[in-house]
């Protein structure tokens, strides 16, 4: 057998060098190898699996297809033992040696049985010869044979690798049809005419791997829509980090990591545990000047070493950038060309605020099994405010206002009075406001004692619900004597 094929032929199994191609493809790649075998002029690889009958998936030359399927079509503890074809005639099956009693010009293909495990397409690898001459059936079918296992790896890792591959398309689709509603609400609904290009920029933002620049301000969604233009995105099935330089010590070691010492192990960083997926630097016009400089290299170079090293490491991490207005510090802007988006902020979006103030109702009540709503007079005061921590207020006060609210309409002397106008703020006295507790927490408190602080009966009579009746003792802090809380019957 020609050594120099052999290798060649080998080398196309490599189920390393291209796991997950096309099944097909690589067949014919293997046989478009063999072709140069002196002895070799038709061949064909048979491949069949539960869903699919036998079918030719490769071939070189013209093989007799009749002579091929029959074969195929063989079942029981023969069907799978290398053998001699032979036109009008029963196939001679090889013994425990791979050997056939047969003179070279009796056979006219030979065939040896591809397994390549449960669950995996099997099937035969046909040749009429592989290197002619002098060389025996017997020695042919046992090259063939070698060759034929060597197929099933292939055969093996391929369907593997493809399967791989499709779950990893289904993890993908599926991971961009459950992009959080809590990430995609904020910018994915409203009446607002600044959406509409924001939106584009996210979706161009998600198909590119260049580093992307979010200005806006605090709370404005910077961060929300870093995550969409992760999970939107190829890298949506790998690790997405958040790092802000001032949450701990040393921002420097916590993004690049540490090298290992003699005294200590070596520590990779974000960048490096992130690799392939996308790491949202957050306050970047804060970042130390030593920061700044290492990072604009990396961008340019695509590479770093760990602090206190010198051996260069690469990283797939992709990096965005979450700054003010104002933006980055120049050395940063201009080390890499960054696709740079303006979140536009709550009060250049007026016409969105009844809408986002539904939905994070909407999140509270499906959490708390209620029906928050505003009343008409409190969302106009929420519409006139001028929402200074943009939707991160709006969402802390309507998390607050889930819990202290006595009623599931929430009016606007439920909202704090410091996000009204002037004229909505209610016009009390402080005097008054203290007599009018004093007055509200003495009426409560006669009402459970007459009702032995069964709370359902003391609500009933001063006509409130169990939840408003609950809402004033922990107001008031009133508790029956000798127990911490009231009992709630």
Known sequence: MDLEILRRALACLEPAADAGRDLDAAMARLLGVLAGMPGLASAAVVLADADNPPAIRAQIGAPDVSLLLEAALERGAAGAV???????????????????????????????????????????????????????????????????????????????????????????????????????????????????????????????????????????????????????????VRLFSVFDPAEGEHPDRRLFGVSRGIDRPGVPGCIEETDGGTLLIEQAHRLPPAL????????????????????????????????????????????????????????????????????????????????????????????????????????????????????DRIDIADIPPEMLAEGERPQVLPEDAAELRDMERQQVLSALTRHGWVQSRAARELGLTLRQIGYRIRKYGLAREGHDEAENV
């Open 82 to 236: 290398p053998r001699v074809l032979r036109r009008g005639q029963p196939a001679v099956l090889a013994d425990a040696n791979g050997a056939v009693d047969l003179p070279p010009e009796a056979g006219a293909m030979l065939a040896a049985p591809i397994f390549a495990g449960e669950d995996m397409p099997g099937g035969w690898f046909f040749a009429d010869g592989l290197t002619g001459g002098d060389a025996s059936l017997s020695e042919e079918l046992r090259g063939l044979t070698v060759l034929a296992e060597a197929v099933a790896v292939l055969v093996r890792a391929t369907c593997t690798g493809l399967a791989r591959n499709r779950d990893l398309a289904r993890e993908t689709v599926f991971l961009r049809s459950k992009v959080s509603l809590r990430y995609r609400h904020v910018f994915s609904e409203g009446a607002s005419p600044l959406l509409e290009p924001l939106r584009a920029a996210v979706d161009k933002a998600a198909q590119s791997d260049a580093p992307v620049l979010l200005l806006g301000e605090e709370g404005s969604g910077r961060g929300v829509l870093s995550r969409l233009i992760h999970e939107l995105s190829p890298r949506a």
């Open 292 to 407: 700044v400089e290492r990072l604009a290299r990396f961008l340019t170079e695509g590479a770093f070493a760990r602090m206190g090293g010198t051996r260069r490491r690469t990283s797939r991490t992709r990096l965005l950038f979450s700054a003010p207005p104002q933006g980055l510090a120049p050395e940063l802007a201009g080390a890499a060309a960054m696709a740079v988006i303006r979140v536009p902020s709550l009060r250049e979006r007026p016409e969105d605020i009844p809408i986002l103030l539904d939905h994070l109702l909407s999140l509270e009540s499906a959490r708390d099994a209620r029906r928050l709503s505003l009343t008409p007079k409190a969302l106009k005061a929420l519409e006139a405010y001028d929402w200074p921590g943009n939707i991160r207020e709006m969402r802390e006060l309507v998390s607050r206002l889930a819990v202290t609210a006595p009623e």
